[in-house]
């Protein structure tokens, strides 16, 4: 595997980890401070388990399909999710979509909790909530890893560099005691978005059998890093240009 890739691969795994592990940890913490901590551990644990035999089952199976098969389907798999984040992270940028607030997050999940106070479940009700946020969250984190991973034949990398980021998250939450309202996590996503789109380029070409100029990732991905990086930078500026024009005229 080329230098360039495993750059990649590190890089998009660890961001993207790090950007919905955050997210997981606004809501275990609702749940933690407004409920109960039992329950939302308990609920953290299990959907951790069911995402590592997810990658256990998932990951090794994917081996055994013919590499340009397996090339395409995951090049194809990562133009989708890459283009989805670097889609959002435009719209953020732009202001045409709402920045994520984990304050905001943070508050919503404590004021939904607040109202089961009198309910019987109320405990079994915080596990799923602790449950689902971290599942849910941490689903695009086990695509990523298994679909770079297996690509690439780097699938024990991939799982260690996600989580090393998850340490680190939880680390971090741990020490501050509240959700990280202060990453950018705008700035991490768009990161993601360029990275996955670039990786997953390359792959969909290689299982198309494209002849890539110089003929190694060492040579394409950082092209394509860049590519990506300046088209999305450049329709933030017309996008902010056409914004501006418009409260002009108005």
């Avoid at 494209?210 to 040579?219: K, L, T």
Wanted: charged share 15%.
């Amino acid at each position: 595997m080329s230098t360039s890739a495993t750059v990649v691969l590190i890089g998009a795994v660890f961001l993207a980890c790090a950007v919905e592990m955050v997210e997981a940890l606004t809501i275990v913490l609702a749940v933690g401070k407004t409920s109960s901590w039992r329950s939302a551990l308990e609920g953290t644990a299990v959907a951790l388990f069911s995402l590592a035999v997810l990658v256990a089952i998932f990951g090794p199976s994917l081996i055994t399909v013919p590499i340009e098969t397996l090339r395409l389907i995951v090049g194809s798999v990562l133009l989708v999710f890459g283009l989805q984040w670097l889609r959002k992270a435009i719209l953020r940028s732009t202001g045409l979509k709402a920045r994520h607030d984990e304050d905001l997050a943070y508050a919503e999940a404590v004021a939904e909790l607040e109202a089961t106070a009198t309910r019987p479940d109320r405990d079994r009700f915080a596990f799923v909530m602790a449950f689902k946020g971290v599942f849910l969250e941490g689903l695009e984190v086990v695509i990523t890893v298994v679909t770079l991973g297996t690509s690439s034949h780097r699938l024990g990398l991939a799982a260690t560099t996600a989580f090393v980021a998850l340490l680190l998250v939880i680390l971090i939450g741990m020490l501050v005691a509240k959700q990280l309202s202060s990453v950018p996590e705008n700035a991490m996503k768009m990161t993601v978005g360029v990275l996955t789109t670039a990786y997953g380029t390359f792959w969909t070409g290689e299982g198309l059998h494209v002849a890539w100029p110089g003929g190694s990732s060492d040579v394409m991905l950082p092209v394509f890093v860049v590519l990506y990086g300046v088209v999305a930078f450049v329709l933030i500026q017309i996008v902010r240009a056409s914004q501006a024009k418009l409260t002009v005229a108005s």
